[in-house]
């Protein structure tokens, strides 16, 4: 029977991930992609699912037809899942809101619990009940080897599942068929666990049910049903997930509107004309000869037709997703069909600042179709690092150009804040730079020669290649130009603090999170505020004030269980900032190379599981919990203190002189240290914790919702302050701090007989 629930683990591990990516896939739509979302949906998960584990599992493995109750919590968690999904597409048609309009924190957070809370509390209440029940499930199965036995099935479960959907699954079915497969899947472990019962009927009909909903219309019509009540207004044409992202095509009288996460992305037929011949016409005016031109997403649906107008002998177009084009393609406009079948245009699927380093071409202009540093991913097209990458792919005279949010009328201080970051790194790679500000965007211009704005020669420029434009009048141009226009922009970005955007320093990211939350949720804006004062010092006093509670706590208890807790509390909150800042720092690097980020997060599940097995067996062998945990710390310590060293070569110049395949390899083993480290603690930290309690739901439900307490901290702090504000070097230091105070209170709580 304890095998049965080994087996069970692992299917409730690969629940648990699958439910998790889907969901945040689904709520990052529905947010429009805005990355501090991100770190919101996860903090969720994890604080429900600690509720689950601490709260709910416990009684649930208390109650006395426990195993009957399990088998309903499961059953129940399978029906939540795909109801989860539903709420996260359709939570908006119960909100004040129109179709486009942002959210602001309280809303998305909000927004985000209730899509989660079925699901996530649920399975956290697994983790507990099934830890209780595995250990009842035979004679001489003491309780540390029962919630080490489950939580290592439970992350190797977790690590088949992230690459099952990864890699399988998301490019093939839709969000409700893999629900329906999940819960196939944990009936029919409901059904294995009850064979040869009579109640194993009620699992059986129930995969049966969920099987006929796979491979039948059901799934389908789910999906349809309710991505239309996501887009109600909208009569929509296709819906599809990539690997990439999510892309939803609109039709309404008449205009197809693309959209990317939720954020539109093209208009067709009529594009915003304003737009695409300023970011097009002036850049391109404002070079004498542009015959080669690079252009990084952003291109089709206007700008390469306008491109086309100057006659270039090339243009390559950098765009990361195929699905885009295609469906481009699929519907298509006499605008879109033009621009896609010119023979000067050569198509790259590949992310644009990767192939900015690899191809040996220079240019004469380069244009980045980015418009809003709001994601890290995205971040890396406004940094020091990227413009001076740029800077070499220029010939001589070149030009480089692209937009920033901003408005002449009005700049509030995130605005301001944000275009000077911008504009402090676009400054330490060009001599020349041109700000000419607009009504929503900015257009940035930056070269090593001299960039000349002036109006006539721009329309001398303009009637020698006899370009066609709305906007391209000599009056359009001489007040776009206008000398007091410039000067008041200038002013604007006078006294800002912004210190310049960085790849492993996102400041900008933290500016157009600001920005756009003082728009949609300004009550927040003191908390944005405060949030941009944080120093290493004083994130180094709050993580001692945090250490001083628990210290105090394991003195008046006398004993060592809050200084596990603070133990598996810390650990949790730096697997979680280890995590971000590798993939953060691997995008910084390389962009969103999906199979390479698969390949990180399964190199770190697959150290959590060898971890998690190594100290299982170092306990069955009688090793010591106690020493083996202080000495686990101490490692953890010095693993981000490397972490802190690499990450203090911020411009990242050094580690692209290493050959690809070097780099990654150092990318993978410091995943997989980062899992094994964690995942060794767990069962060390369990083991001690029995000896002190003796109640085995209680130790796996405490310390697993430490655990994820910490995560959830991590979430919530990494997203919003410490990696774009401190910075992935003093985020690294702090996490080292933290782990030392938490070595302090173990060694002192261990070695003082107070845990005796």
């Known amino acids: 029977m304890r095998k049965k629930f080994l087996l069970y683990a692992a299917v409730m591990g690969l629940s648990g991930i699958t439910a998790q990516i889907l969901l945040l896939r689904e709520l990052l739509v529905s947010f429009y992609g805005n990355e501090f979302s991100i770190g919101i949906i996860l903090a969720n998960w994890l604080l429900l699912e600690a509720a689950g584990a601490s709260l709910l599992g416990p009684a649930l493995a208390r109650a006395r037809k426990n195993f009957s109750i399990f088998i309903g919590a499961t059953i129940l968690f399978s029906l939540a899942f795909p109801f989860s999904i539903y709420l996260a597409r359709v939570f908006k048609n119960f909100l004040p809101t ?450 001083l509670l628990f210290a105090a706590s394991a003195f008046l208890r006398k004993g060592a269980k809050p200084a596990l807790f603070f133990s598996i509390f810390s650990t949790g909150f730096a697997g979680m900032l280890f995590d971000l800042m590798l993939i953060f720092a691997f995008q910084a690097l390389y962009g969103y190379v999906f199979h390479w980020l698969g390949l990180l997060v399964t190199a770190c599940m697959s150290g959590t599981v060898i971890g998690g097995l190594w100290m299982k067996r170092f306990i069955e062998k009688g090793g010591e919990g106690g020493p083996a945990l202080l000495k686990l710390e101490a490692a953890l310590a010095l693993f981000a203190l490397l972490l802190a060293a690499l990450f203090l070569n911020e411009s990242g110049a050094r580690a692209l002189l290493l050959p690809e395949f070097v780099l990654k390899s150092v990318f993978l083993l410091l995943s997989l240290a980062s899992g094994l480290f964690i995942g060794a603690e767990f069962p060390l930290a369990n083991s001690r914790y029995l000896k002190n309690t003796g109640a085995l739901g209680g130790a796996a439900g405490v310390l697993y919702g430490a655990d994820l307490l910490g995560g959830w901290l991590g979430g919530i702090a990494g997203a919003l302050a410490l990696l774009p504000v401190l910075g992935l070097a003093e985020s690294s230091a702090l996490i080292a701090f933290v782990k030392l105070l938490s070595f302090a209170l173990l060694f002192f709580a261990l070695r003082s007989r107070l845990s005796a």
Request: glycine residues 8%; aromatic residues 12%.
């Open 98 to 547: 129109v179709q486009g309009q942002g959210l602001g924190i309280s809303a998305i957070f909000c927004a985000s619990f209730l899509s989660l809370l079925p699901s996530s509390l649920l399975h956290g209440a697994l983790f507990t009940s099934c830890c209780e029940l595995h250990n009842r499930g035979g004679e001489k199965s003491p309780g540390v080897f029962s919630v080490s036995s489950v939580y290592i099935f439970e992350a190797a479960g977790t690590l088949l599942g992230g690459i099952t959907l990864s890699f399988l699954l998301l490019e093939r079915l839709n969000s409700f068929e893999i629900a329906f497969l999940v819960a196939f899947l944990n009936f029919a472990a409901c059904f294995f666990l009850l064979k040869g019962k009579r109640s194993s009927l009620i699992p059986a009909l129930a995969a049966g049910a969920a099987l006929f909903l796979l491979l039948g219309p059901g799934a389908g019509n789910l999906h349809l049903l309710t991505a239309r009540k996501q887009w109600s207004g909208h009569e929509l044409l296709e819906y599809r997930n990539t690997i990439y992202g999510n892309i939803a095509v609109t039709k309404r009288s008449g205009e197809y509107s693309f959209f990317l996460d939720g954020s539109l992305a093209i208009t067709a037929p009529n594009p915003d004309i304003t737009a695409i011949e300023e970011f097009a016409h002036i850049p391109l005016l404002s070079h004498p000869s542009p015959r080669d031109i690079l252009v990084i997403s952003g291109g089709a649906g206007g700008a390469l037709g306008e491109i086309f107008k100057h006659g270039p002998a090339s243009v390559d177009y950098a765009e990361l997703d195929p699905a885009v084009l295609e469906l481009l393609r699929k519907y298509p406009t006499e605008l879109s069909e033009s621009e896609l079948s010119d023979k000067r245009l050569r198509v790259k699927y590949l992310d644009g600042r990767l192939f900015l380093k690899k191809t040996p071409r220079k240019y004469d202009v380069i244009l980045t179709g980015f418009s809003d540093p709001s994601t890290l991913q995205v971040n890396r097209f406004f940094t020091e690092e990227f413009f001076g990458l740029a800077a070499g792919k220029l010939r001589e005279g070149g030009i480089l150009a692209f937009r920033l949010p901003g408005s002449l009328t009005y700049m509030n201080p995130e605005m301001r804040d944000m275009n000077a970051s911008v504009r402090r790194a676009l400054e330490k790679s060009f001599a020349e730079t041109a700000l000419i500000p607009g009504d929503g965007s900015h257009l940035y211009m930056a070269s090593q020669g001299k960039i000349a704005l002036s109006a006539e020669k721009m329309m001398k420029a303009a009637n020698d290649r006899s370009i066609s434009a709305n906007l391209i009048t000599r009056d359009y141009l001489d007040y776009k130009l206008n000398g007091r226009r410039l000067q008041r922009f200038e002013e604007s970005l006078d006294g800002s603090p912004a210190a310049p955007n960085r790849d492993f320093r996102a400041m900008a990211v933290f500016y157009s999170v600001a920005h756009w939350n003082a728009m949609f949720d300004p009550g927040f804006k003191k908390a944005f505020t405060f949030i941009e004062k944080i120093n290493m010092p004083g994130a180094a006093s709050a993580a001692f004030f945090i250490f």
